[in-house]
């Protein structure tokens, strides 16, 4: 299935989305896509198969995310700990991701032509050469864009986020390319995988679990968080829907918390700069790379 649908809304869900628009609408959703081996157990089918429809379900999400005017989304496709699965199911799951990338690839004039920025954040260097490449031409092929972004989270954890960007700080400190005061909350939020985007207003967990699994541990500290039980693959419009509502009730509260946060110093902001753009440079080195 490709990345970018076509709207198919019933008359009822056109109705039902102009009416939830009248509220506050969230402007960055995150997704822990949780559930798609117990749907392929569930369903008598292989696990394989449960995510590819986990990954059915992700297209069709996008699609009602545009439809309700959210521009940013975050999705959780594979973790740092789910190297740990058994080799079969990894490498299957590394075969989709070489599919879906290359099919994304494939979808260029749909990218250009809807504005979709695609962002990849992980720990790239943990993934089969052959695939960080893929990643890489499909983030620099629509880095330009700017109408909706779709961050995937892949071979990522807070951690490993939080680790790297401690890291990059402290070289800055060590070159002496910032000095101690220059370290503050918004350096660092900066220096994260998701330094270029805000942070979620709703993060939504399916299949039961509550728990956040590592994921945007630091981005999630003012969101509102929504946990249903239904399985990824049958996440429907209306549980996306509710999800909706729910923030709708939070956010009298959860604006309220968050704060404009202190300006960061020039050499900060420079700083940032530079860190961005030598990760794009490390991707372009990636992309020109012949495997
Ligand atoms: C969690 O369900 C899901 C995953 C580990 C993989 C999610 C991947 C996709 C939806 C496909 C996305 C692919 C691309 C290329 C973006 P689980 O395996 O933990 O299921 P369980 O909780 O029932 O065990
Ligand atoms: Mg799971």
Redesign the pocket.
């Given at each position: 299935m490709s990345w970018i649908r076509e709207s198919s809304l019933s008359w009822l869900q056109s109705f039902c989305i102009k009416v939830i628009k009248c509220g506050p609408m969230p402007k960055h959703i995150a997704f822990i896509?949780?559930?798609?081996?117990?749907?392929a157990q569930k369903n008598h089918i292989k696990k394989i198969d449960?995510?590819t429809k986990?990954?059915d379900?992700?297209a069709e999400t996008l699609q009602w995310c545009l439809d309700l005017g959210v521009p940013e989304v975050t999705?959780?496709?594979?973790?740092i700990e789910?190297f740990k699965r058994s080799a079969e199911e990894v490498d299957a799951?590394m075969q989709?991701?070489r599919e879906?990338?290359q099919r994304l690839l494939s979808e260029k004039d749909k990218l250009m032509e809807h504005g979709v920025c695609i962002r990849v954040i992980g720990n790239l260097s943990l993934l089969p050469p052959d695939v960080h490449k893929l990643i890489a031409d499909a983030v620099i092929m629509t880095r330009d864009n700017s109408k909706a972004f779709l961050n995937?989270a892949?071979s990522y954890t807070a951690r490993d986020e939080i680790t790297a960007a401690v890291r990059t700080v402290a070289s800055g400190v060590g070159s002496k390319a910032l000095s101690l005061d220059d370290v503050d909350e918004a350096l660092i939020s900066g220096c994260l995988y998701t330094g270029c985007s805000p942070d979620p207003d709703l993060l939504i967990r399916t299949?039961g679990?509550v728990r956040f699994s590592d994921f945007l541990l630091w981005q999630i500290c003012c969101s509102c968080i929504y946990f249903t039980d239904v399985?990824?693959p049958d996440f429907s419009f209306w549980h996306m829907l509710a999800a909706v509502l729910y923030y709708q009730r939070c956010h009298a509260q959860l604006s309220g918390l968050v704060g404009a946060g202190r300006p960061c110093s020039p050499r900060a902001v420079l700083f940032r700069e530079h860190v961005r753009g030598e990760r794009v440079s490390a991707l372009e080195e990636v992309s020109r790379a012949s495997l």
């Open positions: 896509m949780d559930g798609n081996r117990r749907f449960g995510h986990g990954f379900k992700l999705v959780y496709a594979f973790s789910n799951l989709l991701a879906k990338f995937v892949f299949s679990e399985l990824w």
